[in-house]
């Protein structure tokens, strides 16, 4: 299972940007989506997930910027970013939680999209 994302870029603050991950290989099912993301000198953070139903949390500082959607048929999970802050700044990693047709379950992650927001 490949996990490809895209669509990151420098904007400047207040500025949108669209990420999408496509994820393709042995794909059985896939259960939760997201994305993560990773600013400089900092650790790895939750920014929000959605279900196979649509069900979506966000963390707090992307609550009413971010919104998250998924296509099933395509495998692809989206980020739209809006209003989008200096703090925004970092790499963004997609994820998905996968049964593969042999039936393992795992979490697979795409090799992450840099976004720059300049003020």
């Known amino acids: 299972v490949q996990l490809q994302a895209c669509g990151g870029g420098l904007v400047q603050a207040g500025g949108s940007l669209r990420l999408s991950c496509a994820a393709s290989g042995s794909i059985f099912s896939i259960y939760d989506m997201g994305w993560y993301r990773q600013a400089p000198g900092k650790q790895r953070e939750l920014v929000t997930v959605?279900?196979?139903?649509?069900?979506?949390k966000y963390a707090d500082s992307v609550k009413d910027r971010f919104t998250i959607s998924r296509d099933n048929a395509k495998n692809t999970v989206y980020l739209q970013m809006n209003s989008l802050k200096t703090e925004d700044t970092g790499a963004y990693y997609c994820y998905a939680d996968v049964m593969d047709w042999s039936g393992v379950k795992g979490d697979y992650w795409g090799q992450g999209t840099l976004v720059t927001v300049s003020s």
């Open positions: 959605i279900t196979s139903r649509g069900r979506a």
